[in-house]
């Protein structure tokens, strides 16, 4: 039996050999090296033959003692650190022992220094000249990697010491700052060795991390000193993100996202971070979308990664980095349009139409680019994008096929079709046959099915419905064939479809209860108290109605006040419904006098006229109260 092979360590994997390593068996020179200081252990005693003279015990022989020896350590010429014998016990001889303490006494020594900043200025220095000297052997020897490839192993072990500077932020970076290093990162982004530049990303990703500083989950904000210390790390990570953009950090890791080859794991995974370090500024720095978008060649490069076929974590995540660059900017929104994104993003989406997301990244994907189309929809001109690329038509195929894209398709027409710049939508809307299709959802048909995909929440839906049906009585014209079968849609089947809208009422109605209470009582609190009820506390209590029911509850009323002007039938039986909940259309009119009390004086143009929103709820609520 042959037991060097048993006890011998498996072979490294062929990758392993990229890294430097420590050799198979060290050397003396490197064991002194590691070796603290202790007595030399005796010599074992030589075995004897029984004849007074030694000899060397064969591996035979010493696998038949320690095999067929007592279990329970009664050998005394077992070794005296396996109490379970040699089999029980770790499978190593003392010499084998005695090289794993040196290494374990190595390791504690490194796990438990702690980093001061003298040592960190050292370590910076050190790292300037690494990477100078590599600099120099590449220049030197360009076309023959033997000679520098020393000293770039050197360079990625010395990135590697970067990472724990994330403990301290406050105290380590000014240091990288002031002693070049971070300019020295951002030149190595453009290093010839992709694998250093990959390195190099992975470090900053991890510098700028938005965690960094933060403080751990133990910290009270409400400590002086904890707050000091949180406020230091963010001025001196803002201090180390603004030195690395004066370095064209921007520009270095687009141009890095265009030389690295996603087929290959480790530059799959560079561009991985490089989208991390994107989000990391973003974060730290919102503004910064636009100089992004302005400067550099980041959109072009989102918008051909989101349009490719295959779907991985990349994909996903440019989405992502696709919907933070979108948000609050009109610019980037243009600069979208400019580049066809719409096009792109209605391509994107309509794998969808037939289909569910194959897991939870990919639904992710799914709502990146929904939100990225609902951000779009926002100005005018996408609108108008939005209806030449066909988009009413692809949107009324998902809300047909009742997929999990479903309810996110009746979110995206209800920002496509709002406000007067919306008027085209809504027209293509009834021409090709959405009304049908609409009710079907409207009505709940379906609706097992969404519940079993974990969709959208049911009110948020009703709320999107609710909005495309506004947009829809407000924007056609009275009189067309257009507006004509809208109102038809209420009347059929016993005007079921009024019924339903009433039920969405009351639901909000409901939700908005509550809410009402507890701003009563802080109200009759703050006015016992004297305290003065500002500007800003009303603007809060609106927001909290406005989220938890109130502009569901003034959308149902004001489609509900349309369809009884149009049809008097619809009218006597909202007012048959309402009776039997003891309400009349006086509550209808209550909350649509409410509705136009709150739309804002800032929507009014410069020659102070009324918003014709607001022009149009008045005149339902003179033609309503002479109902009553």
């Known amino acids: ?35 603290v ?10 075995v004897s033959n029984g004849k007074g003279k030694s000899r060397a015990a064969t591996v035979g022989e010493e696998d038949e003692e320690e095999s067929y020896g007592p279990v329970d350590g009664g050998d005394e010429d077992g070794d005296a650190d396996d109490d379970e014998g040699r089999f029980f016990g770790g499978g190593l001889n003392s010499e084998q022992n005695q090289i794993l303490d040196i290494f374990d006494k190595a390791g504690d020594e490194e796990e438990t220094a702690v980093l001061t900043v003298p040592a960190l200025r050292r370590q910076l220095a050190k790292f300037e000249r690494i990477v100078t000297k590599n600099a120099e052997q590449r220049g030197k020897y360009p076309d023959d990697p033997s000679k520098f490839i020393e000293s770039e192993a050197d360079l990625d072990t010395a990135l590697k010491q970067f990472l724990p500077l994330t403990q301290n932020p406050g105290q380590f970076y000014p240091e990288i700052v002031k002693s070049g290093a971070a300019a020295l990162l951002a030149n190595l982004l453009s290093h010839e060795n992709t694998d250093i530049a990959i390195d190099v990303i992975e470090i900053i990703q991890e510098l700028t991390d938005e965690d960094v500083g933060a403080g751990g989950d133990d910290m009270d904000e409400e400590d002086e000193e904890d707050a000091e210390k949180a406020a230091q790390a ?68 989102l918008l051909k990664r989101v349009d490719k076929k295959e779907f991985d974590s990349n994909k996903q995540y440019a989405s992502q980095i696709l919907a933070i660059l979108l948000q609050q900017s009109r610019e980037n929104v243009l600069k979208l349009g400019e580049l066809d994104g719409m096009e792109v993003i ?18 992710e994907f799914m709502e990146d680019m929904f939100n990225c189309l609902c951000t779009a929809l926002a100005e005018p001109e996408m609108k108008e994008a939005f209806l030449e690329a066909e988009g009413v038509e692809l949107m009324i195929i998902m809300m047909k096929e009742k997929l999990l894209a479903r309810t996110r398709s009746i979110k995206v027409l209800d920002y496509a079709m709002q406000t007067e710049d919306g008027s085209k939508n809504c027209e293509r809307f009834v021409e090709v046959l959405g009304l049908k299709t609409f009710f079907s959802a409207f009505m709940g048909k379906g609706e097992g099915k969404k519940k ?7 009110f948020e839906d009703e709320e999107h419905m609710l909005g495309i049906l506004v947009s829809l009585f407000t924007n056609l014209e009275s009189d067309t064939p257009a507006r004509i079968r809208l109102i038809a849609k209420f009347i059929e089947n ?15 109605e409901n939700r908005l209860k509550p809410v009402d209470k507890d701003i009563a009582r802080e109200r009759r609190v703050m006015e016992a108290n004297e305290e003065e009820i500002d500007e800003e506390t009303e603007a809060e209590w609106f927001l909290r109605r406005a989220e938890a029911g109130l502009s569901a509850l003034q959308n149902a009323d004001y489609i509900l006040g349309w369809v009884c002007m149009e049809d008097d039938g619809a009218m006597a039986h909202a007012k048959t419904m309402l009776g039997r909940k003891d309400q009349s259309l006086a509550n209808v009119v209550a909350v649509l006098e409410d509705f136009a009390r709150n739309i804002g004086d800032e929507s009014e143009g410069d020659d102070g006229e009324v918003p014709l929103q607001k022009v149009v709820i008045q005149q339902l609520v003179n033609y309503l109260n002479e109902s009553l």
């Not at 989406?349 to 639904?363: A, I, T």
């Not at 079993?452 to 049911?458: E, G, I, V």
């Open 346 to 363: 209605l391509k994107s989406l309509s794998q969808y139409r037939k289909k569910d997301p194959s897991d939870g990244e990919e639904v």
């Open 37 to 46: 200081a202790e007595p030399e252990p005796e010599a074992p005693a030589p």
């Open 1 to 35: 039996m042959d037991v060097d092979k048993m006890f011998k360590l498996p072979a490294l994997p062929a990758s392993a050999g990229q890294k430097r390593k420590m050799p198979d068996a060290p050397t003396p020179e490197m064991l002194k090296k590691y070796r």
């Open 452 to 458: 079993k995909l974990n969709a959208t929440s049911p």
């Open 494 to 508: 016993n005007y079921e479809k009024v019924e339903r809208l009433l039920e969405m009422r009351e639901v909000a």
């Open 234 to 301: 963010r001025m001196a990570m803002a201090e180390f993100i603004d030195e690395l953009l004066n370095n064209s950090i921007l520009d270095l890791l687009v141009a890095n996202l265009g030389r690295l080859d996603e087929s290959e794991d480790s530059d799959s995974r560079g561009v991985y971070n490089i989208l991390g370090v994107f989000e990391n500024l973003l974060s730290f720095i919102p503004p910064l979308a636009d100089q992004i978008v302005s400067e550099t060649t980041l959109l072009p490069w």
